[in-house]
């Protein structure tokens, strides 16, 4: 009997290690705010903008309690005292022609180059435009 009483506790300890340690990691907003922050969305990806603790809170009892979170693997803001956890990170879409490609040999200056030609040709092209439509007025 006191082996069985001792495994269940054992067991217990481990399960309730086993929960507080995932109960540190902000992945909803259910979690952000049972830890007493906000969701907020910043260029398409979620945060969670989440009180850090003081010192004296640091203890796993206070988990989940709306104290804020112990560590920030985001930003830290307001001298410290705020994290903007992450919580979805979403990658940013780049437009094509913004981007260079080194495995084809083009430089940074051959593609601020040729940007500089079409926009020339575009400019040039609006000025005939204008000056067509002015002369059939």
């Given at each position: 009997?006191?082996?069985?009483i ?36 910043v ?10 603790r003081?010192?004296?809170?640091q203890d796993e ?6 104290l804020?979170?112990?560590e ?7 001298d ?5 956890y ?18 084809t040999?083009?430089s ?20 005939v ?9």
């Amino acid at each position: 009997m006191a082996k069985f009483i001792l495994g269940a506790v054992a067991t217990s300890i481990a399960a309730t290690a086993f929960f507080a340690a995932s109960a540190s990691a902000i992945t909803n907003d259910r979690e952000c705010t049972s830890e007493g922050g906000t969701m907020v969305k910043v260029k398409g990806s979620d945060y969670c903008l989440v009180p850090i603790r003081d010192e004296a809170y640091q203890d796993e009892i206070y988990d989940g309690n709306q104290l804020g979170v112990t560590e920030c693997p985001g930003d830290e803001l307001n001298d410290g005292l705020y994290c903007m956890y992450p919580v979805t990170i979403r990658p940013e879409v780049t437009d094509a022609s913004s981007t260079t490609t080194t495995d084809t040999g083009t430089s940074l200056a051959d593609v601020i180059v040729d940007e500089a030609v079409d926009a020339g040709k575009d400019m040039a092209k609006d000025a005939v435009t204008d000056v067509v439509k002015d002369k059939i007025k």
